[in-house]
């Protein structure tokens, strides 16, 4: 959901204070100072050491995007980009189709059972032709978090430039951009509690990136476009409240997200919690039930009024198991019988109760072949 203080935020710019931050009369310098006051938030929650390093973006798709072809398109010797099996599709499918294109040759790192990639193989991999190196800081479908200070100090002992796709982290672990050996760094604002449409790209200082968008000079010449002065505002907002959150909230978030899955595991035969149990963000749970099928799941507890997932949202309506479960070694038939749960600051005891409540009895009668 968008947080209330958010929107309180953003309708008076949609209704009133509708400048065009480029114009210089005062409507327009008040939409600007909105934009810098937002970046300045913003670069605050990752830890970037200036906001001039903050590219604000339409969503955390784009900013992927622009991070990965903008360093192609300027490179002229190295044409080598590395990436892993379980990541978004945003940047799985851009990594892809740059390589069918004949743009760069492309290396896909495979994961274990727990969805970790080997950093041994990450060494080994890099060539000296390799541009760019792209890992996510969090899975979106299982939460695993990955070791991208290692890997970024393997990255940058080769000379390539290193991207972390932060979308499922940020707001839920502590990142500090300036002393992480990270080039560039994608996020979203509503997976803070800030309104879709609008995502950030970190760019350290020194790092070179061609716009994919063309035109004005807007976001210092790297994406062109009137910049949407609310959603970015808002999202000043929901970083702050992040911050504010990150440590005491979290901990609740996960305790939890914990109860829900030992929970589960207790009360539902043949169920398994997948990825590194470990290593994750508090707020993510995916979990496997034997005998089970996921979107069968998800239908029957949204006639209960909860909304969960059978895998990354951006799949929905897909039929195929997830990619990313399969990388790990699931079985096409497993895989199809996985819920992801997504929990945040505002999930609360009772929700979970309800999922405790209805959902045993859910698998019990998918399993006996029965209506739920």
């Known amino acids: 959901m968008v947080a209330p203080e958010v929107i309180n935020k953003m309708v008076p710019l949609l209704a009133d204070q509708y400048g065009n931050p480029s114009s210089v009369h005062r409507l327009g310098r008040q939409a600007a100072e909105q934009i810098a ?12 050491s200036a906001p001039s390093e903050i590219v604000f973006t339409g969503s955390g798709t784009e900013a992927d995007n622009l991070a990965i072809t903008g360093i192609l398109r300027l490179s002229t010797t190295r044409k080598h980009l590395i990436t892993t099996a379980v990541e978004h599709p945003a940047v799985l499918t851009v990594c892809q189709h740059l390589a069918d294109q004949g743009v760069c040759e492309l290396t896909i790192l495979p994961v274990d059972a727990v969805g970790q990639i080997d950093l041994r193989q990450l060494e080994s991999a890099l060539r000296p032709e390799t541009a760019l190196v792209s890992i996510m800081l969090a899975n979106n479908e299982t939460g695993v978090v990955f070791d991208v200070l290692a890997a970024g100090e393997i990255v940058r002992r080769h000379g390539a430039i290193f991207h972390v796709d932060g979308v499922q982290a940020v707001g839920k672990l502590a990142v500090n951009l300036e002393r ?11 997976k803070l509690h800030g309104s879709k449409g609008v995502g950030a790209l970190y760019v350290r200082k020194g790092t070179p990136l061609q716009g994919l968008i063309l035109g004005g000079q807007q976001e210092r010449g790297r994406r062109a476009g009137t910049e949407n002065v609310a959603a970015i505002a808002g999202f000043g907002v929901a970083c702050e409240m992040a911050q504010d959150f990150l440590t005491q909230g979290m901990v609740k978030v996960g305790a939890l997200r914990d109860r829900l899955e030992n929970s589960l595991l207790a009360a539902v035969p043949e169920s398994v919690v997948n990825g590194e149990i470990t290593s994750r963000v508090p707020t993510t749970s995916n979990m496997s039930f034997t005998g089970a099928e996921g979107e069968g799941i998800l239908l029957m507890l949204d006639r209960h009024g909860v909304a969960v997932s059978s895998g990354a949202a951006c799949s929905s309506g897909s039929s195929a198991p997830s990619q990313v479960l399969l990388s790990m070694g699931l079985s096409e038939d497993l895989a199809r019988a996985t819920v992801r749960f997504s929990l945040s600051r505002y999930s609360t005891e009772e929700e979970v109760d309800l999922i405790l409540q209805v959902l045993p009895d859910i698998i019990k009668n998918m399993r006996r072949g029965r209506p739920s």
Do not use: C, Q, W, Y
């Not at 006051?37 to 970037?48: D, F, H, I, Q, S």
């Not at 992480?180 to 604002?189: A, E, M, R, T």
């Open 37 to 48: 006051e937002a970046r300045e938030k913003v670069a605050a929650l990752v830890g970037a």
């Open 180 to 190: 992480l050996p990270v080039d560039l760094f994608s996020f979203s604002s509503h």
